[in-house]
């Protein structure tokens, strides 16, 4: 099993990725770790010590707020959920990337040729 | 939310921060259950890959970029609750700092108005200030023709104006009162650049031959008179009994170009011929009189414009010698030169008078401020050694050094802060009362009193800042460094050795703070000891029970014969109030800041280069002034304008300048063909100053008749004498009030600089004295405290109280005693400095400095009886067991 650390991660792309799962809706820490697990087949694994100084971050720059509600546990949770600003800046922030995952491929592609 | 909020709500994140990770956890752990997991086994597995809670929260602290702010507050609470715990401590070191600060701020407000702040004018470091100057002899005011001649030099002076002040009568008769007037030449206003509050401003052709007065208001004037009603423009104010219209307002807190002179009311100069007709001379050549401040051309560079003003001075003065003028006078007029220099404070009487006390004070008040740190710096030194084990415990857990340093610092800095604001209520009631001293007794009751712009401004708190942020670290760091670099190890579990480089270090402070307020004692008492010589010294007159009465005879319009009856008539009137036992008239009182000087002939031949002091006074003066005579008589009621003329001269006129008996000798003003025949000798008087008494000339009033002054002795019955005075002036003069004072006013006047000097020395001395015995006593108690257990094994070896009170006493006295050599040196060395201002003994006047030193190690000794005492009471079996 390949385990992505915060390390191997591209620069920005955590953030880029957590903006996108919590698109689908409101959603506490934990879940967001358990969603970013299964959809990338248990390749990003982000453990807290990376998780939450990321979600603050993004909480403080306006692109995620935060609710306290109950949970199924029956303890308050800390719901996150993106704001319109948020959601432009994931838009632009995706752009980014395909584009770039586009000129990673395209050269890639090339080298295999001459390979 | 914002940065604020994120500080403000720090509580309330902490928590939501624990309930969020709490709540992933126990997520964590429900989902390994679910896994199959037991309950324990689970909560093993997920705290293990959830790491350290505490650094995850450290991570998230940092995402939200107010860890330094939370660090800080966490200091400030740890350092107010340490302050808090130890009170006594808190509260001495920042009365201390108060103090210092306090009197440093008090005294740099009054030299920031008088010295340092600019004009509130437009552009004010383009102004300039011109100064006439013979030698060395700077400041030379010039007179009205000057001012209109270097007026029209175009290619150097854009704009230029004279000014200069007085004090006038205002008002209908009967309810007159005095206020304080500017005359200006026309381009006043244009040249500060100011534009009227209200109505409008001066303008030149307010200043040409002819035109009629006209009147501005400064803006206090207005608000204290009218109320700032702005109807009052166009209506007249009876100046000197003229009516002169309003015409405008000055800008609010422009209270003329005389710093530290405010004034009421702005007067062209040629207004001065209708308001004062008595004195046309002020406008003539021969009064010099006014100050001129410039504006230089823009192009002009400085060294050009003062070597162009240079040459047109020299051409003005030339040009005004006339075939008549003798030729002492002629070398002297062209041995003048113009100094061009910066005008952006514009100019001030009071500044170069009260420059160098106030610089005095100022050095005093950063030597107050430098013991004061020191103190507080030995108290953080011995907080710093009690709290070695506090210290390394923290050091041991893993605390930084540098965290420890900023925590210390935090703590000194609160210390600092509150010294501080405490510091500018001391300042507020200081610099008011520096103002009074400097006011005191300077002859101009109320209006024209000296007035002082002390609202802070940018400098004043740059300065105050500065001030508090040096001292901090002055104090703050070394305590902080050297507390911090504690070796854990050794510090919880012996502090002897510790306790011992404290000492080092604190005595060798201590040892400079009794050399520091030995040099201000020693300079205080030289001051305080000026001040009593000048007051106790025989000037030839006795000042007890003595009143001077000015009229305003002139202004009223009494010249010639009238005045002279005026005069008579109420002397008369004075010499039967009951209780007056002589009384006299006078040209010029002793002391009064002002005399007339001439150069006089003895026997048609000249006396050498100097000037005599004048006077013409009636007969009896030197009986009212109680001046003994010692040879020839009085001036008789006989010396009339048909008498002969006749003289009386001082003892020292005799000396410098008499051969052979003085009386039957001929004196008379150069070039004045009216000879006087010297008809008695008085005993020496001071005159413009106590510090000499000039060789003088009396005339007889009556034969030379000149303004006057009365004076009146009336042994124990001042007060009613001066109503009845009062009375009798106001109904023969139409309502005008005269001028009352007492002489021991007029003396002590003239003591304004000494008094200041002396009152202010002494409190700073006094503080210094005090601050000093606080750092010796805290030095000597710590060193008591932690020799304790080694003054028990003497006390149980069976050392005597008189043994333990001389190895206490004896470190303190060691320590006064290196200071007291330390501060004699410097004392030495700072005596030339305040040579000048000391009277009657010299700077290193050996009674003065024993009696310092002995104040000094009395006070040393006091400090260290306390804690001395202490230690003689220990008790070797509790000392022994407490280690």
Redesign the interface.
């Known amino acids: 099993m390949v385990i992505a650390q915060k390390s191997d991660l591209p620069q920005g792309t955590l953030d880029l990725l957590i903006l996108n799962v919590v698109a689908l809706g409101p959603m506490?820490?934990?879940a967001i770790?358990q969603r970013l697990r299964q959809v990338s087949r248990e390749v990003v694994n982000v453990?807290?010590?990376t998780l939450?100084?990321?979600l603050?971050?993004l909480?403080?720059r306006g692109f995620l707020a935060a609710d306290?509600k109950q949970?199924d546990?029956g303890?308050?949770?800390?719901f996150y959920k993106l704001t319109a600003k948020g959601r432009t800046h994931m838009a632009s922030e995706a752009e980014s990337w395909r584009r770039l995952a586009q000129a990673v491929g395209a050269i890639l592609k090339t080298s295999e040729g001459v390979g | 939310?914002n940065w604020l909020t994120?500080l403000m709500r720090h509580e309330r994140l902490e928590a939501?921060?624990d309930?969020?990770?709490r709540?992933?956890f126990?997520?964590?752990v429900?989902d390994y259950v679910r896994d199959g997991l037991s309950e324990p086994d689970a909560r093993r597995r997920a705290r293990l890959?959830?790491?350290g809670l505490d650094?995850?929260k450290e991570?998230?602290r940092?995402?939200?970029?107010t860890r330094w702010f939370e660090e800080f507050t966490q200091d400030v609470r740890y350092g107010w609750r340490g302050l808090m715990r130890n009170r006594s401590f808190a509260i001495v070191a920042i009365l201390t700092l108060a103090l210092g600060v306090g009197a440093n701020t008090a005294v740099f407000g009054v030299i920031n108005a008088l010295l340092l702040r600019p004009l509130p004018v437009p552009d004010p470091t383009g102004l300039i200030s011109l100064q006439r100057r013979v030698g060395t002899q700077a400041g030379g005011n010039f007179s009205y023709p000057q001012v209109l001649e270097l007026s029209k030099q175009g290619d150097l002076f854009k704009l230029l104006c004279g000014f200069g002040r007085d004090q006038v009568t205002v008002g209908p008769a009967g309810a007159m009162e005095p206020a304080v007037v500017a005359w200006v030449s026309g381009h006043y206003y244009d040249t500060l650049g100011l534009s009227p509050q209200a109505g409008r401003l001066l303008i030149p052709a307010d200043d040409e031959p002819g035109a009629s007065p006209s009147a501005v208001l400064s803006d206090a004037y207005w608000t204290r008179r009218f109320g700032r009603n702005p109807g009052v423009i166009g209506e007249s104010i009876q100046i000197e009994g003229v009516p002169v219209p309003i015409v405008g307002v000055s800008p609010a807190g422009f209270t003329g170009a005389n710093v530290g002179e405010a004034v009421d009311l702005t007067l062209a100069i040629q207004s001065r011929l209708v308001v004062r007709p008595d004195q046309p001379f002020y406008t003539g050549p021969g009064a010099r009189w006014l100050r001129i401040l410039a504006r230089p051309q823009p192009d002009l560079p400085q060294d050009q414009l003062q070597a162009r003003a240079i040459v047109v001075w020299r051409q003005l003065m030339e040009a005004s010698i006339r075939p008549t003028t003798l030729p002492e006078d002629r070398r002297r007029l062209m041995s003048e030169e113009l100094d061009v220099l910066p005008g952006r404070t514009g100019t001030s009487l009071v500044r170069a008078e009260f420059r160098f006390p106030l610089q005095i004070a100022m050095g005093f008040v950063i030597v107050v401020l430098l013991i004061a740190c020191v103190n507080v710096a030995n108290l953080l030194l011995a907080r710093g050694a009690t709290r070695q084990r506090e210290i390394a415990v923290r050091l041991s857990i893993g605390a930084g050094r540098a965290r420890i340093v900023r925590q210390l610092l935090t703590e000194s800095t609160l210390i600092a802060v509150g010294g501080m604001a405490a510091g500018l209520v001391v300042a507020w009631i200081g610099s008011r009362a520096l103002l009074t001293l400097m006011a005191a007794g300077r002859g101009l009751e109320g209006a024209g009193a000296l007035a002082l712009n002390l609202t802070p401004d940018w400098m004043m708190v740059a300065v105050t800042i500065l001030m508090v942020g040096g001292t901090t670290l002055i104090f703050g760091v070394a305590p902080a460094w050297r507390a911090s670099r504690v070796q854990p190890g050794a510090a919880m579990s012996a502090s002897g050795r510790v306790a011992e480089s404290h000492g080092r270090l604190g005595s060798s402070l201590v040892i400079a703070q009794v050399a520091l307020s030995l040099v201000l004692v020693i300079g205080a008492g030289l001051f305080a000891r000026t001040l009593y010589n000048l007051r106790a010294l025989d000037r030839g007159f006795d000042v007890t029970d003595v009143l001077v009465v000015g009229t305003s005879a002139q202004r009223a319009g009494f010249t010639g014969p009238k005045l002279a009856a005026f005069n008579s008539q109420l002397l008369t009137f004075i010499e039967q109030v009951p209780g007056v036992r002589a009384a006299s008239v006078a040209a010029i009182t002793p002391l009064a800041g002002g005399g007339i000087t001439q150069a006089i002939a003895v026997n048609g031949v000249r006396t050498g280069e100097g000037e005599m002091h004048f006077n013409s006074v009636g007969p009896r003066y030197f009986d009212a002034m109680r001046t003994p005579i010692v040879a020839g008589r009085d001036f008789a009621r006989g010396d009339g304008p048909a008498g002969p003329y006749v003289a009386i001269v001082n003892e020292a006129f005799v000396r410098q300048y008499m051969t052979g008996p003085p009386l039957g000798q001929r004196v008379s003003v150069l070039g004045s063909a009216r000879e006087m025949q010297v008809v008695g000798v008085v005993k020496d008087t001071a005159y413009e100053t106590l510090r000499e008494a000039p060789p003088t000339v009396y005339s007889a009033h009556q034969q030379r008749l000149a303004a006057a002054t009365f004076v009146v002795h009336a042994p124990g019955a001042t007060a009613a004498v001066a109503s009845a005075i009062r009375a009798e002036v106001q109904s023969r003069l139409g309502g005008r009030l005269p001028r009352i004072s007492t002489l021991t006013d007029q003396l002590e006047g003239s003591l304004v600089l000494e008094r200041l000097l002396a009152r202010a020395t002494l409190m700073f001395g006094a503080l210094a004295l005090a601050l000093a015995a606080v750092g010796l006593y805290g030095l000597t108690s710590y060193w008591v405290t932690s020799r304790t257990r080694e003054i028990g094994v003497r006390v149980a070896l069976g050392a005597r109280t008189a043994c333990v009170l001389r190895l206490v006493l004896g470190d303190a006295l060691r320590m006064v005693a290196f200071g007291v050599a330390a501060g004699l040196v410097s004392a030495w060395g700072l005596s030339r400095l305040i040579e000048s201002m000391i009277f009657g003994l010299s700077a290193t006047d050996i009674t003065t400095v024993a009696f310092a030193v002995i104040v000094l190690v009395f006070t040393g000794l006091l400090a260290g009886l306390i804690p001395a005492r202490r230690a003689t009471r220990i008790d070797p079996h509790l000392a022994l067991r407490n280690e």
Request: aromatic share 8%; hydrophobic share 30%; with cysteine.
């Open positions: 506490h820490g934990y770790a453990t807290q010590g939450y100084p990321a603050h971050r909480e403080n306290w949970s546990t303890r308050d949770a800390k | 939310m994120r939501q921060l309930a969020e990770l709540d992933h126990e997520r964590l429900l890959e959830f790491g650094q995850v991570v998230c940092d995402a939200r970029g």
